[in-house]
């Protein structure tokens, strides 16, 4: 079966620290790719998406994400994060004809100023 | 981005009752509609799809007749949860897909606490 791994679980960062999150997945057909953000207390929210095209996905908020094909992998970073990124970080995979995400397990980010 | 919502956002039931959520798209026709549920610090898991007019497709271990969708309209999905017990106590969150969005993009609503006392 398909599925989606974030090894990050819990990260704790400073302010103006850089971010990565490693998202990978297990399916080696065409894959749609999305990182969602869950704010505490609010519903998920599309950060960014990649389809098709060039690897280096821009999203909300300064975050990007890559897409590594010959990895299965698409890690979110941000260069420098703020408090307010505080949240839980989704990765989630779409097999290219279907409807199904398939999520991952989430990372929970701290940020202290 | 489009609109998602569903109603209530919390319900509190005594076991054994039944409770309804629906989910609505506010600004577009939603041809498909997925039920999804968050146990607390975990990930979403797919409950089920639906297709407006069709009977839902179910993923593996999600019981059809306690969890019963109803997708009778584009703009609206019901998730009745059936003689409710506590180990049913999750947050619920629907999404929605369809009027023409590229890739068949899913909108989140901002989810159901059901806790069942």
């Known amino acids: 079966a398909q599925s989606v791994s974030q090894h990050n679980h819990h990260v704790i960062l400073s302010e103006a620290a850089s971010l990565e999150l490693g998202c990978n997945y297990s399916?080696?057909?065409?894959?749609?790719l999305f990182w969602y953000v869950q704010y505490p207390g609010q519903h998920l929210q599309l950060l960014l998406k990649?389809?098709?095209?060039?690897?280096l996905v821009k999203g909300i908020k300064g975050f990007e994400a890559e897409f590594i094909k010959s990895k299965f992998s698409f890690n979110l970073r941000k260069p420098s994060v703020q408090w307010s990124d505080t949240a839980e970080y989704f990765c989630?995979?779409?097999?290219?004809?279907?409807?199904?995400?398939?999520f991952g397990t989430g990372t929970r980010l701290q940020v202290f100023p | 981005g489009a609109v998602v919502s569903q109603h209530p956002s919390r319900v509190i039931c005594k076991s054994g009752t039944s409770v309804k959520i629906e989910c609505r798209s506010l600004?577009?026709?939603?041809?498909?509609m997925f039920w999804y549920r968050q146990f607390p610090k975990q990930s979403l898991m797919l409950m089920a799809t639906s297709n407006e007019g069709s009977k839902a497709t179910y993923e593996q271990g999600v019981e059809k007749d306690k969890f019963l969708i109803n997708h009778a309209s584009l703009t609206l999905s019901t998730l009745t949860v059936t003689s409710a017990h506590p180990e049913d106590s999750s947050f619920y969150i629907c999404?929605?897909?369809?009027?023409?969005?590229?890739?068949?993009?899913?909108?989140f609503g901002p989810g159901t606490r059901l806790t069942v006392l």
């Open positions: 600004d577009f026709q939603a041809t498909t």
């Open positions: 990649y389809f098709s095209g060039d690897p």
């Open positions: 989630a995979v779409k097999q290219y004809n279907t409807d199904k995400l398939i």
């Open positions: 399916y080696g057909g065409t894959v749609n």
């Open positions: 999404s929605a897909s369809g009027g023409g969005f590229v890739h068949n993009e899913q909108f």
